[in-house]
């Protein structure tokens, strides 16, 4: 089955840029998504396939996918934007999730 | 705009089967375009996919195929989840969530926690 691999913990100076990052074989020929998590709050949706952002989601928030990472790049860091990063891929029909990564911001 | 609500008991024993439902109300489960999945995370662990539900069938994760079971009910607009001989390891906040816009989980249900114990 197909795995992707995120690193447990990211931290980031308040205003600077955090970069998040999703390994997996080939991870370039799919389509990455990236939810947030906060403690007790349901995921949300902050960019769909590779580079799109959903509705309401800041452009100082972006996606890349190429070769065997895919990245959320997080600009302008702020107090808000501490939460779990997942990302997620389809194949065969089945969903995987990466083990999720924590930005601290600090 | 899509609004999902998850319920069931907040409690389940060793064994026993689980069933959770999610309420969507908003639009059709039967929208050909959506499709409607459960996810759950433990304490201290991460989303974990459980199964997907499209207008043609289901799908499910590997690791839980043998014990799990999605289904619809158009009647009353909802997505069901039905988890057989759970254990102390099943124990999670479940999501349901749906994909509308965006080809994946765009909508979020609030989750509902789920303990099993005796």
């Known amino acids: 089955s197909y795995e992707v691999t995120q690193a447990l913990s990211v931290s980031v100076a308040l205003g600077q840029t955090a970069r998040i990052t999703c390994g997996g074989n080939n991870i370039g020929s799919k389509n990455v998504h990236w939810y947030q998590k906060r403690p007790g709050q349901a995921p949300v949706l902050v960019i769909y396939?590779?580079?799109k952002r959903p509705s309401g989601i800041p452009e100082r928030i972006s996606g890349s996918n190429s070769g065997n990472t895919a990245a959320l790049t997080i600009s302008r860091a702020q107090g808000g934007d501490e939460a779990d990063y997942y990302c997620q891929v389809s194949d065969s029909n089945t969903v995987v999730f990466g083990g999720g990564t924590k930005l601290t911001v600090l | 705009q899509l609004h999902l609500q998850e319920s069931g008991p907040g409690l389940a024993k060793p064994s026993e089967t689980l069933s959770l439902t999610c309420t969507v109300s908003?639009?059709?489960?039967?929208?050909?375009?959506?499709?409607w999945g459960w996810i759950r995370q433990s304490p201290g662990k991460g989303l974990e996919w459980i199964g997907n539900?499209?207008?043609?069938?289901?799908t499910y994760n590997p690791s839980l195929e043998s014990r799990v079971t999605i289904s619809e009910d158009t009647s009353k607009n909802q997505i069901s989840l039905k988890l057989i001989s759970v254990t102390a390891a099943d124990s999670a906040t479940y999501y349901c969530?749906?994909?509308?816009?965006?080809?994946?989980?765009?909508?979020w249900g609030q989750g509902t926690l789920v303990t099993v114990s005796s």
């Open positions: 969530a749906g994909s509308t816009v965006t080809t994946t989980f765009d909508q």
């Open positions: 396939r590779d580079t």
């Open positions: 908003g639009d059709s489960v039967r929208n050909i375009g959506y499709y």
């Open positions: 539900i499209y207008y043609s069938g289901a």
